[in-house]
């Protein structure tokens, strides 16, 4: 134990079995005891050094894969964030003692990520188990040439494994395409009256199988008014995206008939309950009225829409925020407020994508949204959402989607 508590160093040194900390660029940065004295490699020759350039593939065998099969288990880990168990492996070593002299070795390695606050991959954890002595065990216990047989089964084994991980990436990408072209397909750029300015952006999460159900909306109103809305489905993938399409298009034709957006929302609670996967689904409408010059606006669940006013002020329409959709057992009329604005003001709908990060509060996300609209409020609303986008998403690219509006009032 450290005077701040555990020594987590010591304890990594320590831990029974092969473990390696590797940098996303797949250069060792870390291994542990078990790791140096197995490996038959001295701290020097790993720590620093590009993974496949201590490693490489053993060049007298041919049919050798132990490179490209644990390069795609670690790129899928930095890609996906997800944790990858690879199928048995040959991977042979080249002798520390006799240069040029390869071992035959068999390895069962599973690669893990370490993320950082924003859920980025900042390190792989690359444990491995060596399963030599067992395969030669096996084949030393079998008569004849059984052994050769058994080498040969696992071998073929091993490969199938291998097929059905890349099958079900495949797969897996696949469904992210097919997600994406509905999402664009059901969220199109509005068409709207000339003397309205207004912006629209949506942003896919990172990774193979984030796509989500995040959604916006214009509709134009009679009497020079009109509703503004996003929504947020609970999920990832297809499904989340067919709810998405449903609910959008519910919300969007009670906007239509509705006397406010709190009605509209009461509609669309009351048609959630009937739709799989719509329960906690998070919405927020504004109704907007040029003549009167003021805004309605109601919440279920959803972050507040952010005004932005010419003087640079920034004001939150959080007055009237009520529970997701489905989250009461009886239905409840949901609350709206009301709100003034002047020409020239801006208003802004977003989904949890922009501001929300890990490990931080939901304030410290709305601050740095206030600031930014500060900073770029009188520059089109094309711009400020470009502007928006660049300033609060992380480079790498979000773990959420992103839905955005921007519109001049």
């Keep these: 134990m450290s005077q701040g508590g555990i020594d987590y160093q010591a304890v990594f040194l320590a831990l029974p079995g092969m473990v390696a900390l590797l940098t996303p660029d797949l250069v060792y940065a870390d291994a542990n005891e078990d790791f140096v004295g197995n490996s038959g490699r001295s701290r020097e020759e790993l720590i620093g050094r590009y993974l496949f350039d201590v490693f490489p593939d053993n060049p007298n065998d041919r049919t050798a894969t132990g490179v490209r099969n644990l390069e795609a288990s670690l790129r899928r880990v930095l890609a996906t964030g997800e944790r990858d168990t690879m199928a048995l492996q040959r991977y042979?070593?080249?002798?520390?003692?006799?240069?040029?002299?390869?071992?035959?070795?068999?390895?069962?390695?599973?690669?893990?990520?370490?993320?950082?606050?924003?859920?980025?991959?900042?390190?792989?954890?690359?444990?491995?188990?060596?399963?030599?002595?067992?395969?030669?065990?096996?084949?030393?216990?079998?008569?004849?040439?059984?052994?050769?047989?058994?080498?040969?089964?696992?071998?073929?084994?091993?490969?199938?494994?291998?097929?059905?991980?890349?099958?079900?990436?495949?797969?897996?990408?696949?469904?992210?395409?097919?997600?994406?072209?509905?999402?664009?397909?059901?969220?199109?750029?509005?068409?709207?009256a000339d003397h309205h300015q207004a912006a629209v952006r949506y942003r896919p999460a990172v990774g193979a199988l984030n796509v989500c159900g995040d959604w916006y909306d214009l509709v134009e109103l009679p009497g020079d008014r009109m509703a503004v809305a996003v929504g947020d489905v609970v999920g990832h993938g297809l499904a989340a995206a067919c709810v998405m399409g449903q609910l959008r298009s519910a919300l969007s034709a009670a906007s239509r008939v509705a006397a406010g957006p709190?009605?509209?929302?009461?509609?669309?609670?009351?048609y959630a309950r009937a739709v799989d996967g719509a329960e906690?689904?998070?919405?927020?409408?504004?109704?907007?009225?040029?003549t009167s010059h003021t805004l309605a606006y109601s919440s279920a669940g959803h972050l507040p829409p952010a005004l932005a006013r010419a003087d640079g002020t920034v004001v939150f329409l959080d007055q009237a925020t009520d529970p997701?959709?489905?989250?009461?057992?009886?239905?409840?009329?949901?609350?709206?407020?009301?709100?003034?604005?002047?020409?020239?003001?801006?208003?802004?709908?977003?989904?949890?994508?922009?501001i929300e990060r890990r490990h931080e509060d939901i304030g410290t996300g709305l601050d740095r949204l206030a600031r930014s609209l500060a900073a770029h409020r009188t520059l089109p609303p094309d711009h400020i959402a470009d502007a928006l986008l660049l300033d609060l998403l992380p480079t790498p690219g979000a773990t959420d989607d992103t839905a955005l509006v921007v519109l001049r009032l």
């Design 324 to 354: 997701p959709l489905g989250a009461r057992p009886e239905h409840v009329p949901r609350p709206q407020a009301g709100h003034a604005f002047t020409s020239g003001d801006t208003l802004v709908l977003y989904t949890d994508g922009l």
């Design 92 to 192: 042979d070593v080249q002798s520390s003692q006799r240069p040029g002299e390869w071992e035959e070795r068999y390895w069962s390695p599973i690669n893990a990520p370490i993320l950082d606050a924003e859920g980025h991959v900042v390190l792989l954890v690359h444990r491995v188990e060596d399963v030599t002595e067992l395969i030669h065990a096996r084949g030393r216990a079998a008569a004849g040439g059984r052994s050769q047989v058994m080498e040969a089964e696992l071998y073929t084994r091993s490969r199938e494994l291998q097929d059905v991980n890349e099958r079900l990436r495949l797969a897996h990408a696949r469904e992210r395409e097919i997600a994406l072209a509905l999402q664009e397909a059901m969220l199109p750029v509005p068409h709207l």
């Design 280 to 290: 906690s689904t998070t919405a927020a409408s504004v109704h907007i009225d040029w």
């Design 262 to 270: 709190a009605q509209a929302l009461d509609v669309l609670g009351l």
